[in-house]
Every structure is written in structure tokens, then in C-alpha cells.
């Protein structure tokens, strides 16, 4: 018997091994999110959600991450389509300019945006020429997001679009069909796996943002930066209860919406 048990375990020491070191970075994920969400009681944490603050920034997170996804996609899916389509001097270089948000401290991003939008400069100026303000004020909530979380959105939707079989645009435009129609009938449709799983990652990238918030639109106050201003003020005990608040909404939000890709997995 044990010899049975040491035989399997040999032939199986790759698997093994691979769940060993994957088990210690899922309990170094789990282990923290876990001990801060328990460490309010429900009474503590339906007090704190039923608080104005809270729910307002709770609520003004989720609606500006959601705008700037709803951007992200109009502006984000025809360049990613560009992108799986077209070789081009610089592609390599667009490509990685795309990505650059991610690598940039959002520190530095929310003054970058700062000095193009902000009022003392010339964009800034022309938007506030029609009643549109970005500093201390929703918009600029809303660039901040966008700006951070917009590359996950073209970078899944481009690879998205390049499983799609070119053969089958060609064909439908044999039929007599235009370059739009092709687009939307066959292209989008077959395409949407990513791009609404680069939707869902930006959505919740945008929702976890601070950084760019900070320095570009530090008010109306989202979730996060609620947290921050209360762990300064008041201490952990006051700002546990609201992080905890806003990590249960984020995971209940990414399983629904993971949940709804992985049924259409079956479907697409």
C-alpha cells in the first residue's frame, strides 16, 4: 500500500509540485483579504454601508469606473480591431505606448493628466470654455480611471479579435456584405469573449483606482480614497470597516460578471 502511494506520487511529482507552490500564492491572496473582511462583524459593516459617505463614495466608484469603461469600449475596441488587422511601421511601439499606463505610477499619471486638463493649460481651457471641469470634479474622476485601466480593455480585446479567422471576413464580404457589416456581424460577435473580459478587468481596475484620482480629482470622493482619508484621520479601526465594504462588493461584482463569461463560454 505504501509502496502503491510513493509510486503514484512519483509519477505525479510535477503536479504535485506545481499545486504545492500555486496553494502558497492562493493563500498569500486569500489569507489577507479573508482576515480583513472578518475582522468586522456584520453588524459593524451593515452600520457602515448604511452611513451617506459611504455609500455615496461606494456608489460614485462603480458609476465613474462603469463611464470610463463605456469610453474605454468606444474608442478602445476600433483600435484594438486596428491593431489585429493591420501591420504597420511602429506597431511594436503603439503597442507598447498602450501599455505604459500600467507601468507608470498613478502618482505621476494623476499630475501628467493634471497638466494637460487642468485649467491653467490649453485642452483644460477648452474644455472648460463648455462647462466641463476636471479638476475636483467627476470628469476628472473619470479620465483618471480611464487612463489607468483602458490598456487591459485593448489588450484583451485585440487578442480577441485576432482568433478570429480572417478567411471568415473575407467570405462575408464576398457575400456582398461592407466593411461595417462585416465588422458588427462577424467580426464583433465572435470577437466579444474578449472584449468583455478586458470590459470586466477595466471596470474593476478603474474601481480600485487612487493614485491618478488623488492628485487630478480628489473630490467627490470615491471609495478608496475614503478609506485613505479615513485611515489618516481616524485610524485603521474607522477605515477597516469601509475597505472591507468595498472589497466584498468588487468580489461579488467580479464573480457575477466572470459567472456570466464563463456561461457564455459555452455559447460563443
Given at each position: 500500500m505504501i509502496r502503491n502511494i510513493?509510486?503514484?506520487?512519483?509519477?505525479?511529482?510535477?503536479?504535485?509540485?506545481?499545486?504545492?507552490l500555486g496553494m502558497v500564492i492562493l493563500l498569500f491572496i486569500f489569507i489577507?483579504?479573508?482576515?480583513m473582511i472578518f475582522s468586522s462583524s456584520p453588524s459593524i459593516l451593515w452600520d457602515t454601508l448604511l452611513e451617506g459617505e459611504v455609500r455615496s463614495a461606494i456608489w460614485l466608484s462603480l458609476y465613474c469606473a462603469?463611464?470610463?469603461?463605456?469610453?474605454?469600449?468606444?474608442?478602445?475596441?476600433?483600435?484594438a480591431y486596428f491593431l489585429a488587422r493591420h501591420r504597420f511601421p511602429g506597431?511594436?511601439?503603439?503597442?507598447?505606448?498602450?501599455?505604459?499606463?500600467?507601468?507608470?505610477?498613478?502618482?505621476a499619471t494623476g499630475i501628467a493628466l493634471l497638466f494637460v486638463f487642468g485649467?491653467?493649460?490649453?485642452?483644460?481651457?477648452?474644455?472648460?470654455?463648455?462647462g466641463i471641469d476636471f479638476v475636483f470634479a467627476v470628469p476628472g474622476i473619470i479620465i483618471a480611471m480611464l487612463f489607468?485601466?483602458?490598456?487591459?480593455?485593448?489588450?484583451?480585446?485585440?487578442?480577441?479579435?485576432?482568433?478570429?479567422?480572417?478567411?471568415?471576413?473575407?467570405?462575408?464580404?464576398?457575400?456582398?456584405?461592407?466593411?461595417?457589416?462585416?465588422?458588427?456581424?462577424?467580426?464583433l460577435p465572435l470577437a466579444k469573449r474578449g472584449i468583455f473580459g478586458g470590459a470586466v478587468m477595466m471596470w474593476?481596475?478603474?474601481?480600485?483606482?487612487?493614485?491618478?484620482?488623488?492628485?487630478?480629482?480628489?473630490?467627490?470622493?470615491?471609495?478608496?480614497?475614503?478609506?485613505?482619508?479615513?485611515?489618516e484621520q481616524y485610524g485603521l479601526d474607522y477605515a477597516l470597516p469601509v475597505a472591507a465594504?468595498?472589497?466584498?462588493?468588487?468580489?461579488?461584482?467580479?464573480?457575477?460578471?466572470?459567472?456570466?463569461?464563463y456561461r457564455g463560454e459555452r455559447t460563443w
Open positions: 510513493w509510486r503514484w506520487i512519483a509519477q505525479r511529482r510535477l503536479t504535485i509540485t506545481f499545486l504545492l489577507p483579504l479573508a482576515k462603469l463611464i470610463a469603461t463605456a469610453v474605454g469600449l468606444v474608442l478602445g475596441v476600433p483600435l506597431k511594436r511601439f503603439v503597442e507598447a505606448l498602450i501599455d505604459v499606463p500600467i507601468v507608470v505610477p498613478h502618482i485649467k491653467s493649460f490649453l485642452i483644460g481651457r477648452a474644455f472648460d470654455a463648455i489607468v485601466s483602458v490598456p487591459f480593455l485593448i489588450d484583451s480585446a485585440k487578442q480577441g479579435f485576432e482568433k478570429v479567422d480572417v478567411r471568415l471576413e473575407k467570405v462575408s464580404r464576398t457575400l456582398g456584405a461592407s466593411p461595417w457589416q462585416t465588422f458588427f456581424s462577424v467580426s474593476a481596475r478603474g474601481i480600485s483606482e487612487f493614485g491618478a484620482v488623488l492628485v487630478l480629482a480628489s473630490y467627490p470622493t470615491i471609495a478608496p480614497i475614503l478609506v485613505y482619508d479615513r485611515l465594504l468595498l472589497v466584498i462588493i468588487c468580489i461579488i461584482i467580479f464573480i457575477v460578471l466572470r459567472s456570466i463569461a
